[in-house]
């Protein structure tokens, strides 16, 4: 669990951070979202205090952040960031060892952690272990960076628009990864983004972001219902409202009895796929696999607060 | 430059059976080839001499670099840059004649010399090795809790390798040229070949000493740009 409470960074005496309370439960993911410069960086930076914080406290798991050297408190925290970061000069094993070798594991522990996480990012370990970075594409080097931070089990983990510099095919495939091996670890994350959808998607609670103020911290569900301000609106831009809380639901949740004809949709499509392809085969209802329909009426009453 | 190395090892073996080469740059019947001091011992030591200044610079100047770029020595950077640039702009010769009164005739004044020579280079090469690396492999070192001492050790002077290992290869081949004016005040270089030429007008001399000095220069420039496609390959 992490606990920012009244956390304030100013720079020249100007607030970058400003007093910002906020909660994340273990096992959970918070999305800080906001435009450019709103200081979600600095806020998360200030987490594994590569950033010291002007007042205010951070504490993971009820120890408070500030009584730990900030090198020993970065080797407890995951780190990752956009374009990964990986050490060039160091093969993909050493990379995703550079943690547990801080922590002084033993070789043969190491050895099986590496091999491990690389098969978790779907890697083949003997082919991908004593590779350079350079010799692995886009996709692959941002997997190893998220493993190079999940390496020494790290409770919490921070990432920085991690899926920035991936195109969107490899992205959604990312992000689905991402949210699968969070809730296979339990891991407590921390994720920064500038794109609202990837927020919702991935977010167990989104905390939007603005001139260094925390506008609103709820979940998306409640974020799309219910902005707090016209930022927070503006920021989920109204003509994607109905399709963000479509995509919140999964199609067997409102799986009604009933009768419909043609493909079935898989269970967990979300009713924002369910509406997709009512719209594209011209039918007002949809089978879903293992029973049940879901009808666009169904869908309409869900698109709507 | 397999063929140069060899015929610069046969050359220095038995310099007297190329006398036919030098030959017809006598005159009068003078010697073609110089025999006062073995050509190979003068070479050894002048490559001795070389040798120990490069080190001496390429130490100091790795030192330097790396406390100028320290947050503590970064108010030193600007004394640093004016010793290194007044080392390489204030000519040897001068430093020979200032140095000769106060440590005497011998291979100590010319060492002075190459070494502050040579400490540029590597200095600047040093410091934009250690200062052009990339913010996010940075932020990652420090996001993953390597301490200062472990981020210079396992990330930035790694990284920089290939940078310094060129300042050391001006700095060894402008030291190998220059440590020929070391015969001017008594310490045991190739350049003696060349004076001697100069002074009993004997062109088959200089010419000798000149391209035992220069074949070696070509070697040790190929060495140093092989050292650092080795050290750069890894990282592609
Ligand atoms: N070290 C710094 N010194 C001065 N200003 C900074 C520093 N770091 C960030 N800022 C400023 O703080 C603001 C927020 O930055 P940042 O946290 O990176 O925002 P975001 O990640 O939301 O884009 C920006 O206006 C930025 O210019
Ligand atoms: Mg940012």
């Known amino acids: 669990m992490i606990q920012i409470q009244h956390l304030t960074k100013r720079y020249d005496g100007k607030p970058v951070v400003d007093d910002v309370s906020l909660t994340v439960e273990r096992g959970q993911i918070a999305a800080l979202v906001g435009t450019s410069g709103s200081g979600k960086t600095t806020l998360l930076r200030m987490i594994n205090r590569l950033v010291m914080p002007t007042s205010g406290h951070v504490l993971i798991d009820g120890q408070d952040t500030g009584g730990i050297a900030p090198h020993l408190l970065r080797r407890r925290i995951g780190y990752a960031i956009q374009g990964h970061g990986l050490f060039p000069h160091r093969t993909v094993g050493q990379n995703i060892a550079t943690v547990p070798r801080l922590l002084r594991w033993p070789a043969d522990e190491i050895r099986a952690r590496v091999d491990e996480l690389l098969t978790l990012f779907q890697l083949d370990p003997d082919a991908f272990r004593d590779r350079m970075p350079h010799e692995l594409s886009g996709g692959q080097q941002q997997r190893i960076g998220v493993a190079r931070a999940l390496a020494a089990k790290p409770d919490v983990l921070l990432m920085d628009e991690p899926f920035g510099a991936l195109d969107p095919v490899i992205r959604a495939k990312a992000q689905a990864d991402l949210r699968q091996i969070q809730r296979q670890l339990g891991t407590t994350l921390v994720l920064v983004t500038h794109d609202m959808t990837e927020a919702i998607l991935l977010g167990d609670q989104i905390a939007v972001m603005d001139q260094g103020r925390l506008l609103q911290y709820a979940p998306p569900a409640e974020i799309l219902r219910a902005p707090a301000t016209p930022f927070v609106e503006a920021l989920i831009g109204p003509d994607m409202r109905p399709f963000h809380l479509l995509s919140l639901t999964p199609a067997f949740r409102i799986a009604t009895e009933g009768h419909a004809t043609g493909t079935p949709i898989p269970r967990d499509a979300t009713l924002r796929d369910a509406l997709a392809e009512c719209l594209w085969s011209g039918r007002d209802a949809l089978p879903v696999e293992g029973g049940g329909v879901v009808t666009l009426t169904a869908l309409r009453e869900r698109a709507a607060p | ?236």
């Open chain 2, 1 to 236: 430059m397999a063929a140069a190395g060899l015929f610069l090892l046969a050359f220095l073996a038995s310099p007297g059976s190329f006398s036919w080469l030098f030959a017809p740059m006598t005159r009068n019947g003078a010697p073609a080839i110089y025999t006062q001091t073995p050509l190979w011992s003068l070479t050894l030591s002048h490559l001795t001499l070389v040798a120990v200044a490069v080190a001496a610079s390429t130490l100091v100047a790795l030192v330097l670099g790396v406390l100028v770029t320290r947050p503590s020595g970064r108010e030193f950077l600007p004394l640093a840059r004016t010793i290194t640039s007044v080392g390489q702009t204030f000519p040897p010769v001068a430093v020979l004649a200032l140095a000769v009164p106060v440590m005497g005739f011998g291979a100590g004044p010319t060492l002075v010399a190459l070494f502050l020579y040579g400490l540029l280079p590597v200095f600047e090469n040093t410091l934009a090795g250690l200062t052009n690396q990339p913010a996010q492999i940075r932020e990652a070192a420090r996001g993953m809790g390597l301490t200062p001492a472990q981020r210079l050790w396992q990330v930035d002077l790694p990284l920089a390798l290939p940078v310094i290992l060129t300042g050391m290869r001006l700095t060894a081949v402008i030291s190998l040229g220059t440590a020929t004016i070391g015969s001017t005040v008594a310490a045991r270089t190739l350049g003696e070949v060349i004076i001697a030429g100069l002074l009993s007008s004997n062109t088959a001399f200089v010419l000798q000493g000149g391209m035992v000095v220069g074949i070696i220069a070509v070697m040790i420039h190929e060495g140093f740009q092989a050292l650092a496609r080795l050290a750069s390959r890894r990282t592609g």
